[in-house]
């Protein structure tokens, strides 16, 4: 009597090993017919993206003092990068550009979300009320900071005359020329403009909430907190987590609300990171450490495009196993 020891099947074939995949390398090469499609497309992110990151990054090893050329620069290797981390500036502008893209991003989350959840309800008059409230997204910019200027002026300002009237203050406050108030100043204006994307996004994410869980919710005695806690906003992590990530990277990237309205000042105390590297290359032609800041920006916002894709990704899985 003979034992089988082997893990052929019962018909006498031998047993099939698991092919492995294979390598990038060797996918690439099986499919590279098809990249001739995406050549072009590829060739143009190589000149507008590629080419200016690489300068960018070797002009941070560079002298550019004012008085040379660009072409009479001195490499100088990493003395621009520590110049920056042994500036006060630069912790300063760091500290300022963390308050005002962590708090303009969760302010604008939030407040997006509580307009996303009452337009989410059955109302008269829903649909103007949507139109007014993405309002502050569509206007330009441009158009908003100087609006807003003006409403914040220190001698003609809307906010200061109304408070004055009403006797809260004795005179017109100085919302954007006063250190302490600037950035705060700001940071409502970056929320106004900013909301309303936070709401198209999360209101587009309750559209995928199941309204059978939510029923069986309210069956089992869950009020509306509960039933939003448990039931609504677990379902809001994809989106959410995409909504908050695209708002950082917009505010790590924010430009035109702060230059417009306050030029970095007083005193540095509303300059951000991308105010700052626009003042040293413009405003100095300090091209080499403008670049320096650059690259360290261009990292910090590659790692929160990790995270986005990664955040992205998870969330792909989670509703595919739903």
């Known amino acids: 009597m003979s034992i089988r020891t082997s893990d052929a099947p019962a018909g006498g074939a031998p047993a099939r090993t698991a092919a492995r995949e294979p390598g990038v390398l060797r996918r690439t090469w099986i499919h590279r017919a098809d990249y001739l499609y995406v050549l072009p497309a590829i060739v143009v992110m190589l000149i507008v993206i590629a080419y200016p990151v690489y300068y960018t990054i070797d002009l941070s090893f560079y002298s550019t003092p004012p008085s040379l050329q660009l072409r009479d620069k001195i490499f100088i290797g990493f003395e621009n990068y520590k110049t920056i981390l042994e500036s006060e500036v630069f912790w300063r502008v760091t500290l300022n550009t963390f308050i005002w893209t962590i708090v303009s991003?969760?302010?604008?989350?939030?407040?997006?979300?509580g307009c996303a959840l009452c337009l989410h309800q059955a109302f008269p008059g829903r649909a103007v009320m949507r139109a007014i409230l993405i309002i502050p997204w569509v206007i330009s910019a441009v158009a908003a900071s100087y609006i807003w200027k003006w409403i914040y002026h220190s001698n003609f300002g809307v906010i200061g005359a109304i408070l004055v009237e009403l006797?809260?203050?004795?005179?017109?406050?100085?919302?954007?020329?006063?250190?302490?108030?600037?950035?705060?100043?700001?940071?409502?204006?970056?929320?106004?403009?900013e909301f309303p994307f936070a709401?198209?996004?999360?209101?587009?994410?309750?559209?995928?909430?199941?309204?059978?869980?939510?029923r069986a919710a309210k069956v089992d005695g869950a009020g509306a907190w509960h039933s939003f806690w448990h039931v609504t906003f677990p379902h809001l992590r994809g989106v959410s987590i995409a909504t908050i990530l695209l708002l950082a990277v917009a505010n790590f990237n924010s430009f035109i609300v702060t230059w417009i309205m306050t030029g970095g000042g007083p005193s540095n105390a509303s300059?951000?990171?991308i105010t700052h590297i626009y003042e040293i290359a413009f405003g100095r032609q300090r091209w080499g450490i403008a670049a320096a800041y650059s690259v360290i920006l261009f990292l910090i916002v590659m790692s929160l495009g990790y995270f986005y894709v990664r955040g992205l990704g998870g969330a792909e899985k989670e509703g595919g196993g739903s």
């Not at 991003?105 to 979300?113: F, K, M, Q």
Request: glycine residues 8%; aromatic residues 8%.
């Open 199 to 214: 709401m198209i996004m999360l209101a587009a994410g309750l559209q995928t909430v199941p309204d059978q869980l939510l």
């Open 271 to 273: 300059h951000i990171w």
């Open 167 to 193: 006797g809260i203050m004795d005179r017109q406050p100085n919302f954007i020329d006063n250190v302490n108030t600037v950035l705060a100043s700001l940071i409502v204006v970056n929320v106004w403009r």
């Open 105 to 113: 991003t969760g302010c604008a989350y939030i407040l997006g979300l």
